[in-house]
């Protein structure tokens, strides 16, 4: 029955945590930058109206961290339409509320193990949302990478139909679904509020750590500034993508026999030597008992 209470004072006081750090005390700028999410949250929010989560990120995270945390939402698409400020204030929650059970536990039996929970597993919680976003940010940047050659194939024959590059990523957007492809309406988007090509596809890589999008990007904008046929460059890019994309299938299945090494050496071979061995090795000592006086 206490650990019923507890459990249920440990969802109440999460629930009404999130609710009030993340949706009523939500700067109302930040809350527009969900339909535009063209601009950092620097370039939208206002100094004069700050929430409560804010004003406690800004006191509980050095600038370098926000900077870290921007970078990392940028990568991981801005999940849940999150900023800095938000996953701060998810931090302070789960920190608080595990502290709150945990506490409320070791208060009720103490002990030593428990103890140690209440200083090692609120510092762990604290934490759980940075691995969360690289995790999920690892994932976005793998399937932009695999997304990038048939995205470009479909670019490639939009341009050579007779459209011109913008009108051929909006033709995309409008018919494919993705990382990438949220990756390009946003793309789209920074142009439609004034930001010129150039600028627009710089901001593309800077949000991406997919190397191969950072090529891709370079030769858009070396084609763009020297007038030279989009698509040409997009086909030759499109054959590139797919060649390194092979290559790096390639290289993953010559590891799979290394990596397997040691699973079968720990796990299937001593499993296999039980079964093949073990019955042999009970009649061997059955015979050896009954020779022996």
Same mark, same amino acid.
């Not at 339409?81 to 409320?104: E, P, R, T, W």
């Not at 940047?141 to 024959?157: A, E, G």
């Not at 050496?265 to 020779?291: D, Q, V, W």
């Given at each position: ?76 698409? !801005?999940?849940? @339409? /999150?900023?800095?400020?938000?996953? =701060? ?5 789960? &920190? #608080?509320?595990? %502290? ?43 399937? !932009?990478?695999? @997304? /990038?050659?048939?995205?470009?194939? =479909? ?5 050579? &139909? #007779?459209?011109? %590059? ?128």
């Amino acid at each position: 029955m206490v650990y019923l209470i507890i459990f249920s004072l440990f969802i109440t006081f999460t629930a009404l945590g999130y609710y009030f750090f993340y949706n009523l005390f939500k700067p109302k700028e930040l809350k527009k930058a969900r339909a535009i999410k063209g601009k950092s949250d620097e370039e939208i929010k206002s100094k004069k109206e700050l929430g409560i989560a804010t004003k406690i990120g800004k006191f509980i995270a050095p600038k370098r961290y926000s900077q870290y945390l921007r970078r990392q939402l940028d990568y991981a698409g !801005i999940p849940r @339409d /999150l900023d800095v400020n938000s996953i =701060l204030s998810l931090k302070i929650i789960i &920190a #608080g509320a595990c %502290l709150l059970f945990f506490l409320i536990t070791f208060i009720t039996t103490p002990s030593k193990g428990r103890l140690l929970m209440v200083l090692i597993i609120p510092l762990a919680a604290f934490f759980l949302p940075d691995f969360w976003l690289m995790n999920k940010a690892e994932k976005r940047q793998k399937q !932009i990478s695999l @997304d /990038l050659p048939d995205t470009i194939d =479909l670019l490639t024959v939009s341009v050579e &139909a #007779g459209l011109s %590059l913008d009108a051929a990523i909006k033709k995309l957007i409008d018919n494919a679904v993705g990382p990438l492809i949220d990756e390009l309406s946003r793309l789209n988007k920074e142009m439609r509020l004034g930001l010129s090509r150039r600028q627009a596809f710089h901001n593309l890589a800077d949000r991406t750590r997919a190397p191969e999008l950072g090529y891709f990007v370079m030769s858009i904008m070396q084609a763009d500034t020297y007038g030279i046929s989009i698509g040409k460059v997009l086909r030759e890019q499109s054959r590139a993508m797919k060649l390194k994309r092979r290559q790096k299938a390639e290289e993953i299945a010559m590891k799979t026999p290394v990596k397997i090494i040691f699973p079968l050496l720990l796990c299937i071979f001593p499993a296999l030597l039980i079964i093949i061995i073990g019955p042999a090795g009970i009649r061997i000592a059955e015979t050896f008992s009954k020779i022996s006086p």
